[in-house]
Structure formats: structure tokens, C-alpha cells
Nanobody, 123 residues
């Protein structure tokens, strides 16, 4: 069974950068479509970025377009989320998830999640 472990979260000031990592174990990351999904207290869960098999297609929420970049290194079975120009509204728990490869209008989780990594952006 595939397992996901996130890391890289932390506290930064607005305008700063962070790079999140999600290591996939139990199977090859290249077999899956992956996404980063965040949830802030009192807010709905939001799929911020997705990457589809082969990296040919990516998805970004409007709120992060031009600031976040998702990538995947299959040699390391790792998915990354580079976050630049961070804003206080990016504060949330960020989760890595396996998503449906056939729906790229927005990330649809398939039930495989990591434990999350907290990102806190101060103004």
C-alpha cells in the first residue's frame, strides 16, 4: 500500500519561500498522479497543485498560480511543491495526496494521504 510522508513546512514571513517534499513509498511514484492539498482552520480543503503522470499536465489553483510550482522526481519517488511569494493566506496544513488521473479540472483525492506539514506565513 502506498504511503506518503511530507516534510519542509515551517514558519516564514510574507514574501518568503518554502519547498515541500512528499516521499512516496510502497510503490513507484511514477504510477500515480499526485497533488498538494491544503486546509486552514475553519476553511474548506483546497487543492492547490496537481501533477499528472509524466508531468505532462499540471493543475494550479487560481490562488497560487505564478507563485507555486509542483514537480516530481521519479528517481527519488518524491513530489515537490516550491512555494514563492508566500502570503499570510497561504497559512495551512499542506497534505500530499494521490489523485484521480482522469480528472484534471481539479485534484480529486483517492484516499491516500500523508500526515501533513504545517506552513505558517506571518505578515
Amino acid at each position: 500500500q502506498v504511503q506518503l510522508v511530507e516534510s519542509g513546512g515551517g514558519s516564514v514571513q510574507a514574501g518568503g519561500s518554502l519547498k515541500l517534499s512528499c516521499v512516496v513509498s510502497g510503490d513507484s511514484a511514477s504510477r500515480y498522479c499526485m497533488a498538494w492539498i491544503r486546509q486552514a482552520p475553519g476553511k474548506e480543503r483546497e487543492g492547490v497543485a496537481g501533477i499528472y503522470i509524466g508531468g505532462e499536465r499540471t493543475y494550479y489553483a487560481d490562488s497560487v498560480k505564478g507563485r507555486f510550482a509542483i514537480s516530481q522526481d521519479n528517481s527519488k519517488d518524491t513530489v515537490y511543491l516550491q512555494m514563492n511569494s508566500l502570503k499570510p493566506e497561504d497559512t495551512a496544513m499542506y497534505y500530499c495526496a494521490v489523485i484521480d488521473c482522469y480528472i484534471d479540472s481539479r485534484p480529486i483525492p483517492l484516499g491516500y494521504w500523508g500526515q501533513g506539514t504545517q506552513v505558517t506565513v506571518s505578515s
